[in-house]
């Protein structure tokens, strides 16, 4: 069953992107001026998208982005295929509680915006959500993720076994990369089923990462009650 469901706009990074010629921004520091300069508009933080672009004046627009990680990239493509940074600022970040900091505020918290000739690398400030955003919890069952690289029916599938076998699950949204195998199962040999199955964690990628041992229990059994029921959930694609 569902422990809870989740709504995956919850901490966000609103940028306002300006467009044309970056190849002169390099790698030179964003101001203080421009972390904290006001918005054209109010930033439209009420929605249910992973990004909200508004087209302002001047040839710019603001973006307001679901976090569902701890670090994004951002950059345009040019001509060639190459990567050029686009230059920010009026950058503000809204906790899961409502709160809005701004640039600077992000940044004195442990964020940071580090631009370079081909891309801008943003990180959350460190009291953010580990997951970025997501109201994911340890110990609230395996997190089913859903979006982009993640085949509909084989979400559905394995919600089913879940609710089948009462046992708990989290939900969250996946962004335009899962940083999984996934993102090249997905389009392989004409579209191989995919999913990302994860665990809420402390701490990734370090030699004192955590996780509940309830919740890891409970993946191994939902796996394995998915992989007994394959033929019953078959096939998979996405009715095109």
């Known amino acids: 069953m569902t422990r ?53 004046e001047n040839a710019r627009f603001q973006a307001v ?40 505020e992000f940044v004195a918290r442990g964020g940071s915006i580090n631009p370079s000739r081909e891309r801008v690398s943003v990180a959350l400030p460190g009291d953010a959500p580990g997951d970025g955003g997501g109201d994911v919890e340890g110990g609230g069952g395996p997190v089913i993720a859903r979006g982009t ?36 199962f997905y389009t392989s040999s004409g579209g191989t089923p995919a999913l990302n199955l994860g665990l809420p964690n402390r701490y990734m990628h370090t030699p004192v990462e955590v996780v509940d041992q309830a919740d890891l229990d409970a993946a191994a059994s939902l796996l394995a009650g998915v ?12 009715g095109i």
């Open 4 to 56: 809870r469901q989740l709504l995956p706009l919850l901490g966000l990074v609103a940028l306002v992107l300006t467009s044309g010629c970056a190849g002169f921004f390099g790698s030179q520091p964003i101001s203080d001026d421009q972390l904290d300069e006001e918005p054209p508009a109010p930033y439209v933080w009420d929605n249910d998208v992973n990004a909200h672009i508004t087209i302002t």
């Open 65 to 104: 982005y679901r976090m569902d990680r701890t670090r994004m990239e951002l950059f345009r493509r040019d001509g060639l295929g190459g990567r050029n940074a686009i230059p920010v600022s009026a950058v503000r970040y809204r906790y899961p509680n409502g709160t809005v900091i701004a640039g600077t």
């Open 149 to 184: 690289t993640n085949t509909p029916a084989l979400v559905e599938a394995v919600r089913e076994a879940a609710d089948g076998a009462g046992i708990d699950y989290q939900l969250q949204a996946a962004g335009i990369r899962t940083g999984t195998d996934a993102d090249a």
């Open 227 to 238: 992989a007994g029921r394959l033929e019953g959930f078959a096939p998979f694609d996405v």
